[in-house]
């Protein structure tokens, strides 16, 4: 079985950055796909980036700034078996509770992988990132 620890949460004020960081512990992992996600109180939640085992990173569209330019990275250390999550010029909208997870790669998610949480069977138990204007 796998577990999840996200890290790395807090608040900030617009424009900041912040580092999240999930530990992952448990068999079958460096196989599998890993991604980020975030859910705003009662509402789903969403995708916003996601890694396969090849490497291979789909982004949500909700990263991007208003000149396109994207402002989180995510990025993985197998040998560790960490996640993590770059976000820089953060504003209110992006406000949530931050949760990693991780599942099998379907072939799809090898060619692009998902951002539909139930495409992932492991999840952390969140960190929370608040941003004031």
């Known amino acids: 079985q796998v577990k999840l620890v996200e890290s790395g949460g807090g608040s900030v004020q617009a424009g900041g950055s912040l580092r999240l960081s999930c530990v992952a512990s448990?068999?079958?992992?460096?196989?599998?796909?890993m991604a980020w996600f975030r859910q705003f109180s009662e509402v789903e939640r969403e995708g916003v980036a996601s890694i396969n085992d090849l490497g291979i990173i789909n982004y949500a569209d909700s990263v991007y700034g208003g000149n396109v330019k994207r402002r989180f990275t995510i990025s993985r250390d197998r040998a560790k078996n960490i996640l993590y999550l770059d976000m820089n010029s953060l504003n209110p909208e992006d406000t949530a509770m931050y949760y990693c997870?991780?599942?099998?790669?379907?072939?799809?998610?090898?060619?692009?992988?998902?951002?539909?949480?139930?495409?992932?069977?492991?999840w952390g138990q969140g960190t929370q990132v608040t941003v004031s204007s």
């Open positions: 448990g068999d079958g992992i460096s196989g599998d796909c």
């Open positions: 997870a991780t599942g099998t790669c379907s072939w799809a998610s090898r060619q692009r992988p998902s951002l539909l949480p139930g495409e992932y069977t492991d």
